[in-house]
Protein backbone atom coordinates (compact mmCIF):
# COMPACT_ATOMS: atom_id res chain seq x y z
CA UNK A 1 0.00 0.00 0.00
CA UNK A 2 0.94 3.47 -0.49
CA UNK A 3 -0.17 6.83 1.52
CA UNK A 4 0.27 10.53 0.29
CA UNK A 5 -0.11 13.49 2.26
CA UNK A 6 -0.51 16.84 0.51
CA UNK A 7 0.19 20.03 2.10
CA UNK A 8 1.11 23.57 1.62
CA UNK A 9 -2.42 24.89 0.27
CA UNK A 10 -4.28 27.55 1.58
CA UNK A 11 -5.72 31.17 0.59
CA UNK A 12 -3.84 33.47 -1.62
CA UNK A 13 -4.95 36.39 -3.30
CA UNK A 14 -4.71 36.04 -7.13
CA UNK A 15 -0.66 36.99 -8.49
CA UNK A 16 0.62 35.39 -5.59
CA UNK A 17 2.36 31.79 -5.69
CA UNK A 18 2.03 28.98 -3.62
CA UNK A 19 3.82 25.30 -3.84
CA UNK A 20 2.14 22.23 -2.82
CA UNK A 21 4.02 19.47 -1.30
CA UNK A 22 3.20 15.85 -0.96
CA UNK A 23 4.94 13.09 0.77
CA UNK A 24 4.66 9.61 -0.10
CA UNK A 25 5.40 6.15 1.74
CA UNK A 26 4.89 2.74 2.09
CA UNK A 27 5.63 0.11 -0.89
CA UNK A 28 6.65 2.35 -3.52
CA UNK A 29 8.88 0.83 -6.32
CA UNK A 30 11.54 2.65 -8.24
CA UNK A 31 9.51 2.90 -11.62
CA UNK A 32 6.46 5.09 -11.07
CA UNK A 33 4.81 8.49 -12.26
CA UNK A 34 3.69 11.13 -9.78
CA UNK A 35 1.54 13.87 -10.73
CA UNK A 36 -1.00 16.64 -9.46
CA UNK A 37 -4.78 17.06 -10.30
CA UNK A 38 -7.51 18.90 -9.25
CA UNK A 39 -10.85 19.23 -9.01
CA UNK A 40 -12.89 22.58 -8.79
CA UNK A 41 -16.87 22.34 -7.75
CA UNK A 42 -18.83 21.04 -10.16
CA UNK A 43 -16.21 19.93 -12.78
CA UNK A 44 -14.65 16.42 -13.13
CA UNK A 45 -10.90 15.97 -12.05
CA UNK A 46 -7.95 17.23 -14.12
CA UNK A 47 -4.68 17.03 -14.76
CA UNK A 48 -2.49 19.47 -13.79
CA UNK A 49 1.18 18.26 -14.09
CA UNK A 50 3.25 14.27 -14.02
CA UNK A 51 6.62 13.39 -13.59
CA UNK A 52 8.14 10.05 -14.26
CA UNK A 53 11.07 8.66 -11.51
CA UNK A 54 13.39 9.94 -13.80
CA UNK A 55 12.26 13.28 -14.39
CA UNK A 56 10.46 13.56 -17.43
CA UNK A 57 7.31 16.14 -16.93
CA UNK A 58 3.98 16.13 -18.68
CA UNK A 59 1.77 19.42 -19.07
CA UNK A 60 -1.29 19.64 -20.48
CA UNK A 61 -1.24 22.43 -22.71
CA UNK A 62 -3.86 24.87 -20.46
CA UNK A 63 -0.98 24.28 -17.63
CA UNK A 64 1.87 25.13 -19.06
CA UNK A 65 3.78 28.83 -18.37
CA UNK A 66 2.58 29.28 -14.39
CA UNK A 67 2.80 25.61 -12.95
CA UNK A 68 6.28 23.58 -12.42
CA UNK A 69 5.78 19.92 -11.02
CA UNK A 70 9.27 18.46 -9.59
CA UNK A 71 10.14 15.54 -7.50
CA UNK A 72 12.73 14.55 -4.40
CA UNK A 73 13.35 10.58 -5.69
CA UNK A 74 15.41 10.50 -1.96
CA UNK A 75 12.74 11.81 -0.07
CA UNK A 76 9.57 10.22 -2.01
CA UNK A 77 8.25 14.09 -2.27
CA UNK A 78 6.70 15.24 -4.91
CA UNK A 79 6.21 19.35 -5.20
CA UNK A 80 4.18 22.06 -7.28
CA UNK A 81 5.07 25.55 -7.46
CA UNK A 82 1.49 27.51 -8.46
CA UNK A 83 2.71 31.36 -9.42
CA UNK A 84 0.67 34.12 -10.70
CA UNK A 85 -2.40 32.03 -9.26
CA UNK A 86 -6.07 32.89 -10.61
CA UNK A 87 -9.21 32.57 -9.24
CA UNK A 88 -10.09 30.22 -11.68
CA UNK A 89 -6.91 28.13 -10.42
CA UNK A 90 -9.30 27.39 -6.88
CA UNK A 91 -9.81 23.42 -6.55
CA UNK A 92 -8.56 20.61 -3.98
CA UNK A 93 -5.50 19.65 -5.62
CA UNK A 94 -4.70 15.97 -4.85
CA UNK A 95 -1.14 13.87 -4.98
CA UNK A 96 -1.54 10.94 -7.82
CA UNK A 97 1.02 7.85 -7.84
CA UNK A 98 0.65 5.63 -10.53
CA UNK A 99 2.77 2.08 -10.73
CA UNK A 100 2.77 -1.19 -11.70
CA UNK A 101 1.88 -4.05 -9.40
CA UNK A 102 1.14 -7.29 -10.59
CA UNK A 103 0.81 -6.27 -14.28
CA UNK A 104 -1.23 -3.94 -13.33
CA UNK A 105 -1.17 -0.15 -13.11
CA UNK A 106 -2.29 1.09 -9.68
CA UNK A 107 -3.34 4.43 -8.49
CA UNK A 108 -2.91 5.86 -5.46
CA UNK A 109 -4.60 8.99 -4.18
CA UNK A 110 -3.65 11.58 -1.20
CA UNK A 111 -7.05 13.23 0.57
CA UNK A 112 -5.83 16.36 -1.66
CA UNK A 113 -5.53 19.95 -0.28
CA UNK A 114 -7.45 23.15 -0.66
CA UNK A 115 -5.84 26.12 -2.64
CA UNK A 116 -8.13 29.13 -2.70
CA UNK A 117 -6.96 32.12 -5.09
CA UNK A 118 -9.53 35.47 -3.97
CA UNK A 119 -9.52 37.65 -6.57
Known amino acids: QVQLVESGGGLVQAGESLRLSCAASGRIFAINIMAWYRQAPGKQRELVAGITNVGHTNYPSSMKGRFTISRDNDKNALYLQMNSLKPEDTAVYYC?????????????WGQGTQVTVSS
Open 96 to 108: NLQQRVDDHDVNY
